[in-house]
């Protein structure tokens, strides 16, 4: 394990050096606002590589391949795909792309606006939707997700194979992911769903639990067709969060409804409580997706940071420093990836668990659990 | 020198998570040390309330982050 | 934090996720439950069935037991009643014995007696005929009549008695 650990290390190195190089070429090319120094813009370049991007950039040592992702968009005229090749490249809004229909778009750190919209507003936000067109383009995290979800695929059909022949222990892949799956069953979606209801929801549980391991998985390592950072990004883990809130809310009986418009609290206390339960109700799948999302968010910066760490030294010598950093962050990291995806999927059992809890509880005033202590 | 505030209030949450975590991994390892019959349930639900901890403390990472950003 | 438009991943993820977890359902999450399930299920079936097994073996080995127990206790009462039927035997056998030994010898006395009787009548026949030689001798004269002085004779010595 530790000779692992010294070689996957040693290796790292030469590669965050070149990924770094390449992206101190990129950040030096555009000279981003707020950037303190001459050459490589420590903000802008975390952000191009935490963040979302209509190219789709393969860069291990002496290669460096760009695919440029289509870009998708519904303007008012109808919908526009061309390639994110006509942007050659510029995030700063110079170049202005001019489709069939006749719509100029320019790109602002990979946002699509109308090119004559921005001419009046130079610093236009994201959310304002007179000065851009719905964008639908297929982006590198968009692939990422796609990737991931293939991995997943395959391993799945691997484990699955062996299952032909059900008398047999299994062997291959699925040594490793069936206890997963019989971990996943046992001890997040039995215990907090209860026995006779859980098998409706061991789907989604599974296939959320298996998503966010890999791609938290695949976020850490650095090369080529890994290192993206989707969970990271906090539309993913939105949608992710809306699918648990919208289980949970289908998944609710009466007894769910009940406790949260008519809790069993005194009548004074009722009118708190109530906007307080209403609130509880969203802010549960809240709270799990901004700690996915900061959690992994947070570890990639630090990553990014530690090799960017060297060029602000300026000095390649650091290199063997923060390359054992990175290799300590990188291990930390995997343990918070494995944890992150057994928080949210726990999580999201326990919700559904409670929205499907039956009566008997807190009418008896008494809790069935404390009785073991 | 620039105080950016965003990054004093990032800081101050750093220091909130630190104590929780710290106290939940105290804790737990007393109970461990009381009763290491339980020692993996205890185990288990230390984990998870540490993760629900450092959830809390990066919300206000988040804000900060947000911050700067705008 | 660069937020690219963010219905672009909305989109985008909320296509694949569906997509992708019915895919991962059908070809995978649903068969490989079901076979785990079986196989727990096999699992069990087998331990019971062993457990079943086990305490049909302990039954049988009991009732083993009890049969030998029993074919025990029979042979001790076989045998027991042959050693009495032979202790009977011999008792009777020797009472049989006894009773024949004791009726031999009242037999045997009773020949005895007659024997003796008869000797005896013969001894006094004899005694007689001799008493009458001497007395013939002695008087010099035979008696007329020998029987009837034999008879008298007779008469005498049964007086006597003689035993």
Redesign the interface.
């Known amino acids: 394990m530790k000779k692992f650990a010294m070689a996957f290390g040693l290796l790292l190195i030469p590669l965050m050096m070149s990924a770094a190089a390449g992206g101190g070429e990129e950040g030096g090319e555009q000279n981003g606002h707020g950037g303190e120094k001459e050459g490589l813009d420590v903000g802008a370049f975390i952000a191009h590589h935490t963040g979302d991007s209509h190219d789709y950039v393969i860069e291990i040592p002496f290669f460096k391949y760009t695919l440029h992702l289509p870009v998708i968009l519904w303007t008012d005229k109808g919908l526009s795909v061309f390639s994110s090749a006509k942007f050659k490249g510029d995030n700063e809004g110079k170049v202005v792309v001019t489709d069939k229909k006749g719509n100029k778009f320019v790109k602002i750190h990979e946002v699509i606006y109308y090119a004559d919209k921005v001419k009046d507003n130079p610093h236009p936000n994201v959310f304002d939707f007179k000065s851009r067109p719905l964008d639908f383009s297929f982006t590198r995290n968009a692939l990422a997700i796609l990737f991931v979800f293939l991995i997943l695929l395959v391993l799945i059909y691997f484990t699955r194979k062996v299952y032909y022949e059900p008398d047999k222990v299994p062997r291959g892949i699925a040594k490793f992911i069936e206890p997963l799956i019989i971990f996943v069953r046992d001890e997040i979606a039995i215990p907090n769903i209860g026995p006779d209801k859980y098998e409706k929801y061991m789907p989604y549980l599974l296939t959320v639990f298996f998503f966010i391991l890999l791609s938290n998985l695949i976020g850490l390592i650095p090369f080529a067709p890994f290192g993206h950072n989707i969970t990271g990004n906090i539309v993913v883990t939105f949608v992710l969060a809306l699918f648990t809130f919208i289980l949970t809310t289908l998944a609710g009986n009466k007894h769910y409804w009940k406790h949260i418009f008519n809790p069993p609290v005194p009548a004074f206390v009722k009118p708190i409580m109530i906007p307080v339960e209403i609130m509880g109700m969203f802010i549960k799948p809240f709270a799990l997706m901004v700690r996915l999302f900061a959690n992994m968010f947070a570890g990639h910066t630090i990553l990014i940071s530690l090799v960017l760490l060297i060029f602000i030294f300026g000095s390649v010598l650091f290199a063997p420093v923060s390359g054992l950093f990175y290799v300590f962050m990188g291990f930390i990291k995997i343990l918070v990836a494995f944890l992150q995806a057994y928080v949210f999927t726990i999580l999201s059992a326990l919700f559904i668990g409670l929205a499907l809890a039956e009566d008997h509880e807190e009418e008896h005033g008494e809790k069935p659990e404390l009785a073991n202590h | 020198m620039a105080i950016s505030l965003a990054a004093v209030g990032a800081g101050l949450a750093v220091i909130g998570a630190g104590l929780g975590i710290g106290k939940i991994g105290g804790m737990a390892t007393e109970a461990m040390a009381r009763q290491p019959e339980f020692a993996g349930k205890i185990q288990t639900a230390m ?2 309330t540490a ?2 901890v ?2 809390v403390a ?2 206000a ?2 804000v900060a ?2 911050e700067i ?1 705008s | 934090m660069n937020l690219t438009s963010p219905e672009t991943l909305v989109f985008w993820m909320t296509l694949f996720f569906l997509i992708f977890a019915y895919l991962l359902t059908k070809l995978g999450w649903k068969p490989i439950l079901t076979a785990v399930k079986e196989r727990e299920k096999a699992i069990e079936e087998a331990v019971k069935e062993a457990e079943r097994t086990r305490q049909e073996m302990a039954k049988l080995k009991a009732e083993n037991e009890e049969l030998l127990q029993q074919a025990r206790r029979e042979r001790e009462e076989i045998l027991r009643e042959a050693r009495e039927l032979k202790d009977k035997i011999i008792a009777e056998a020797r009472s049989e014995a006894e009773k024949v030994r004791s009726e031999e010898l009242a037999k045997t006395r009773k020949l005895i007696e007659a024997e003796k009787e008869a000797v005896l009548k013969d001894l006094q026949n004899q005694v007689a005929t001799i008493s009458l030689e001497i007395a013939e001798k002695v008087l010099g004269e035979q008696f007329a009549d020998r029987e009837k002085q034999v008879e008298y004779i007779k008469k005498n010595l049964s007086a006597l008695k003689l035993n």
Request: aromatic share 16%; hydrophobic share 75%.
């Open positions: 984990l998870i993760a629900m450092e959830g990066l919300f990472v988040i982050i947000l950003y």
